[in-house]
């Protein structure tokens, strides 16, 4: 049986650049416990959503957001979003698409898809910047939650497409391992403020629907997930859970 203060570690160790010194017997309790990815979501949300709390003008608010943000999480899963760009544009069976990722070069489709959701993650931002900050917060810390909550469906409802460091998870994790990782995310939508709860259930929600989105592409265009996959999800679920929740929490 795992320590699981020893898998949180695990999963800060992997999911953040915090050197918290995480090892093998980290890692492998981080695997056996994938509930502890959206609690590092809390870790990262927080943490860049205190930039909508500084005295300072919208833009500056995004720009501190995302230098927090990438600063504290790297660019794995950006890199990995950048894969399956190049994938997705490429014309062919599952194991050519296949191939494509595990060519460290980044094609003209991994820099569009990049490219389109950092655009799309700057604009969610920006949609409530200036507004009420803590509800601001409470979103971006939503918005995070909900893609972690996104990375673990994928492991959990997941086959593995290749060997490799995303099939080390998805061979640990089963079904049964998706609910206690949605009760740690249940949260991150409690005590919300006046007229937002709807607005941080939409952040929250987009992660899994992405990562519905995500794991279904995998398994038709690789034939399961990978590594690449799962990043993927975190950053596309990252920038539509900010449009979602702030579209709602304006509308209603």
Not at 12 to 29: C, H, K, N, Q
Not at 243 to 251: E, P, R
Request: aromatic share 6%; proline share 5%; hydrophobic share 55%.
């Amino acid at each position: 049986m795992h320590n699981p203060l020893r898998a949180v570690r695990g999963a800060i160790a992997f999911l953040t650049r915090l050197p918290v010194g995480g090892g093998e017997a980290e890692w492998a309790a981080f695997r056996s416990h994938p509930y502890t990815i959206p609690l590092v979501g809390y870790l990262v949300g927080a943490a860049a959503g205190a930039a909508f709390f500084l005295p300072v003008q919208p833009t500056t608010v995004v720009a501190a957001y995302l230098v927090v943000l990438f600063g504290l999480s790297g660019i794995t899963h950006a890199d990995g979003l950048a894969d399956v760009g190049d994938a997705i544009g490429v014309h062919g069976d599952p194991e050519r698409r296949r191939e494509v990722l595990k060519d460290s070069a980044t094609g003209v489709g991994g820099m569009l898809l990049l490219a389109v959701t950092l655009v799309v993650l700057t604009l969610g931002a920006l949609g409530f910047a200036g507004t009420d900050a803590m509800t601001a917060f409470r979103l971006v810390v939503a918005a995070e939650v909900g893609a972690k909550l996104g990375m673990v469906l994928v492991i959990c409802y997941g086959r593995p497409a290749h060997e490799g460091l995303g099939s080390q998870l998805v061979d640990r994790a089963d079904r049964a391992a998706y609910g206690p990782a949605v009760v740690v995310a249940a949260p991150a939508i409690l005590l919300a403020p006046q007229g937002s709860t709807i607005a941080l259930l939409g952040a929250l929600a987009a992660g899994p629907l992405i990562g519905a989105v995500t794991l279904t592409w995998g398994y038709r265009a690789l034939g399961g997930v990978s590594g690449d996959v799962i990043g993927a999800t975190n950053e596309l679920a990252r920038a539509v859970g900010l449009h979602l929740g702030v579209s709602l929490w304006i509308l209603l």
